[in-house]
């Protein structure tokens, strides 16, 4: 009779357990959303709003830059953002800092924010729009970029998600970030002059790879807007698709990766100022000689003897017209997927993650189509791309972390792959890789040198 009661009171005990995890599961699961993308509602909408979006901007008689810096590194050791959790960073192995690079034509001024962070956070972007309003800074079009560093500071992410993974978010940082981009922006625009612009191309494509396919397709170019001033000091504004991931996993220095070493060493040589932008880096690695600050050193001087070595193509930008636009996005439900077919319902992805702050941001210097997205864009897009753009005489330069984030966009072939970018981070369901290489070709169809 006490094995039969034990056995009773265990079943029961089971059978409540079991009825628990299912409403759970009921509460928090649900079906990803396998309907075709190009029949949602809000495909049709956002590609009519860009039909519909104008490109404001103006003809000048000249290009005037500025440029300029300002050092970030927090007072106290952060926490290090990137790969897993790592905690605080022990030592400083290269200093954060903050670029800004602005431009004019005598009429509309742009300017690009750069940073030696993972992302730019919309929370970190919201703060920063309010701080230069508020200084009257007169900027017509400001682009956020980052290194996407791995091995770079947190405290400027909101949230539950943020809080776990993420650094957290300390006011005190943002502050800091805050106030040292005022202070470059300020001095960008208070040393701008009169320059030229060149466009420069170079192959790269032996120090990249594809993280999925052996041997698959990549993005294999660095792409350069080079400033010169009157007096000879030069800017340039580059992009790669290669992660920031050549630092070890296991590192715990903060370091802002290869693109710190690359604008050091283009710094020490024939340029007063070097921003580097992530481009295309979704589904691309950096076909590195090691995970050490030396060997990671290496890999940047690597890069910069493609850049002097293997230009493939080079042209003076010299139509003084500037144009800006903005696209909002509008998604899909949240699909953060913890199975195949199962994904969080959007209510808990909101509670973790927040806004994300889709969008697109598209910037015209004469014949150079800049196009900055909100989604970790796969580079094996670039290509169909480029091939449009210069068969309507434009240079075509793409870069990610615009101050929102939606997670990688790949090819939509690869949605059921079980790799960490398409799985755990393809935030926003099947069909997106359809959905913003459209968005990108009508762009660029739009656009005229």
């Keep these: 009779m006490i094995a039969k009661s034990i056995l009773i009171k265990t079943t029961k005990v089971l059978c ?16 990803v959303d396998r309907s075709p993308i190009q029949d949602q509602d809000f495909y049709t909408e956002t590609l009519e709003r860009l039909d519909q979006t104008p490109f404001s901007g103006s003809q000048g008689d000249a290009w005037i830059a500025g ?27 290269d200093s954060s800092y903050v670029k800004a690079l602005t431009l004019s034509n005598g009429k509309t001024r742009i300017a690009w924010l ?27 079009q400001v682009i956020f970029t ?51 612009i060149t466009y420069r191309k170079s192959d790269a494509g032996d120090l990249v790879a594809n993280r999925f396919v052996k041997d ?32 070890s ?11 710190f070493y690359l604008t050091k060493e283009l710094e020490e040589g024939d340029f007063d100022f070097a921003m580097y932008a992530a481009g295309t880096v979704g589904s691309h690695r950096p076909l590195r000689p090691g995970n050490t600050p030396e060997l990671v050193e290496l890999y940047a ?31 899909r439900e949240p699909h953060l997927r913890v199975s195949d077919n199962l994904r969080l319902r959007p209510w808990l992805f909101n509670y973790l993650l927040g806004d994300t702050n889709a969008h697109l941001d598209i910037t015209q210097i004469g014949n150079t189509l800049m196009i900055a997205s909100s989604g970790e864009l796969s580079g094996v897009f670039y290509e169909k791309w480029e091939q449009l753009a210069q068969s309507k005489g434009l240079n075509l330069i793409v870069t990610t972390f615009n101050g929102g984030y939606i997670g990688y966009i790949t090819p939509d072939s690869l949605y059921d792959e079980n790799f960490h970018e398409v799985r755990e981070m393809n935030w926003y369901g099947p069909g997106n890789g359809q959905y913003f290489d459209e968005m990108v070709l009508k762009i660029i169809d739009k656009s005229t040198p």
């Design 114 to 140: 750069n940073y030696e962070l993972l992302i730019v956070h919309p929370t970190l972007a919201a703060q920063l729009q309010s701080a230069i309003k508020e200084a009257k800074l007169p900027v017509d």
């Design 301 to 331: 001087h690597q890069l910069d003897s493609a850049l002097n070595l293997r230009m493939t193509y080079f042209a003076t930008v010299k139509n003084h017209r500037i144009r800006t636009g903005y696209l909002p996005i509008t998604l």
């Design 249 to 259: 996993t296991k590192f715990m220095g903060l370091s802002g990766d290869y693109p």
């Design 216 to 247: 698959g397709p990549t993005d294999p170019y660095v792409r350069q807007l080079i400033f010169t001033k009157k007096s000879g000091k030069k800017a340039t504004f580059l992009t790669y698709s290669a992660h920031a991931t050549t630092m």
């Design 16 to 31: 409540w357990a079991f009825v628990v995890l299912v409403v759970i599961g009921l509460i928090i699961l649900t079906k």
């Design 146 to 196: 980052a290194t996407h560093t791995h091995s770079g500071m947190g405290g400027y992410m909101p949230g539950p998600m943020g809080e776990i993974a993420f650094g957290g978010f300390d006011q005190s940082i943002v502050d800091l970030i805050v106030s040292s981009s005022l202070s470059a922006l300020q001095n960008a625009i208070a040393t701008q002059d009169t320059v030229s």
């Design 67 to 93: 440029w300029s810096r300002s050092n970030m590194t927090p007072a106290e050791p952060a926490a290090l953002v990137g790969y897993a959790p790592r905690g605080k960073y022990e030592f400083v192995q």
